[in-house]
């Protein structure tokens, strides 16, 4: 299995679409806790929509609530974005805050080899996990790849 992550902020829904096709993504991960963005520039990731196109293009969609950062662990990034000015879509990293409470609430209780399993019944070969934020380094996806290559030795390429 090959892993990859993406998000949409500063795409277009060809761009994000064209991504996955070239990178012949068959398994879509959804680690978002809610599965809608607001207003019309990104609607094209909302759930319904999502999966539908997804479906269109013969790409499986999961959606894995248990790698979603709860509202406690969010709240915590709003806060460091804020004492940094900075807005969610233009951040760079995670704040240290976030990335140890996301690990220690999340990452160290998800059952990993379970999820694994899952993919493989699926006859997942080039999996993506998807959330909004553009920067990879700036989002709890990046928290996921570092697991699945640590512990299972998966390098994981950000598209």
Known sequence: MNFYTIGVYNSNEKEFFDKLITNKIDVFCDIRQRRGVRGSKYSFVNSNKLQSKLQDSGIK??????????????????????????????RKTLGQVFIKEYKNQVVNHFNFV?????????????????CVEESYKACHRSLVAEKLNSEFGFNVKNI
Do not use: T
């Open 61 to 90: 969609y999961f959606h894995f609530l248990g790698l979603a950062p709860n509202k406690e662990i969010r709240e915590l990034q709003k806060l460091a974005d804020l004492n940094n000015h900075e807005l969610k879509r233009d």
């Open 114 to 130: 379970e999820f694994l399993e899952e993919l493989k019944k699926a006859n997942a070969n080039n999996i993506v996990l998807f």
